[in-house]
C-alpha cells in the first residue's frame, strides 16, 4: 500500500513529501527544499529505505537538500524535465535572493518527460510535463491512490507564481485544466506549499480557474 508523510521545511514552509511502500519499505523523497538533518531523522524514524529523490522542478526551497541526502543514503536525484536546466545552475544566485543558505549548483542524475513512469517498491508514479511555474516543471501522478503530488502548478485557492525568469501564465492554466483536472474531482494533491485539496474542489471553487 502507498504510504506517504508531508513535512514542511525551510522558512517557506515547502511541502517535501516522503512516499513509500509498505510491502517493500522502498521509499523516495519529493521535493527535499532544506532541512537535510530534518529529513534524515525523519526517515529513521519511519524506518523506510530510500531509494531515491524526485524533484518537481528546480527552484531552491524545492531542490535545497537534495544533494545531502544523496549523498548521505547513496541515491539518485530524479527530474524535472530538462528545461530546468537554468535554475539548477543558477542556486548559487537562488540562494542569495531568497536569504537561503548557500547551494552550490547541481545536476539531476535524470531528467524525466511526459509518459515516464517511476516506480518506489510496487508503487509506480506516472510522470506529467506542467510548465508555467517553471519550463520544466513535472507532477507525479499515482493513478490507483488518485494522489498527485503536483509541486508550485497548484495550490488550494491559487496557482503557482508566474512572474519568475521563464514563467509562463497561459502555459500553467493549461497544464492545470487539461491535465490534471481531467484526472478527475476525487484527485487528491499534495501542493508544494499549504493544505492538501482535491481536482474538484479546485475547479469549482478556485478563483483562478474558474
Not at 524506518?47 to 529523490?53: D, E, R
Not at 547513496?74 to 547551494?103: A, C, H, M, R
Not at 503530488?149 to 521563464?166: A, E, H, M, Q, Y
Request: net charge negative; charged share 15%; glycine share 10%.
Amino acid at each position: 500500500m502507498f504510504q506517504y508523510q508531508i513535512i514542511p521545511v525551510t522558512s517557506f514552509e515547502e511541502n517535501c513529501s516522503i512516499i513509500w511502500c509498505d510491502e517493500t519499505n522502498e521509499a523516495a523523497f519529493i521535493d527535499p527544499g532544506g532541512e537535510p538533518e530534518l529529513l534524515q531523522k525523519a526517515v529513521e524514524k519511519l524506518g523506510v529505505n530510500i531509494k531515491q529523490i524526485l524533484l518537481t522542478h528546480g527552484h531552491l526551497d524545492h531542490v535545497g537538500a537534495a544533494v545531502s541526502l544523496a549523498n548521505h543514503f547513496n541515491v539518485k536525484i530524479i527530474g524535472p524535465s530538462q528545461e530546468d536546466e537554468f535554475l539548477f545552475n543558477s542556486l548559487p544566485q537562488q540562494s542569495v535572493q531568497f536569504g537561503f543558505p548557500y547551494t552550490e549548483q547541481f545536476l539531476p542524475d535524470q531528467w524525466l518527460q511526459e509518459g515516464a513512469q517511476i516506480q518506489v517498491g510496487k508503487i509506480i508514479l506516472d510522470v506529467l510535463f506542467c510548465p508555467g511555474h517553471t519550463p520544466g516543471h513535472i507532477v507525479f501522478i499515482n493513478h490507483p491512490d488518485k494522489l498527485a503530488f503536483v509541486g508550485d502548478v497548484l495550490f488550494k485557492g491559487s496557482v503557482g507564481r508566474t512572474d519568475f525568469p521563464r514563467g509562463n501564465h497561459d502555459s500553467l492554466i493549461s497544464a492545470i485544466t487539461h491535465k490534471l483536472l481531467p484526472l478527475g474531482d476525487d484527485f487528491v494533491f499534495i501542493p508544494g506549499h499549504g493544505p492538501m485539496s482535491t481536482f474538484g474542489n479546485e475547479r469549482k471553487t478556485n478563483p483562478y480557474l474558474i
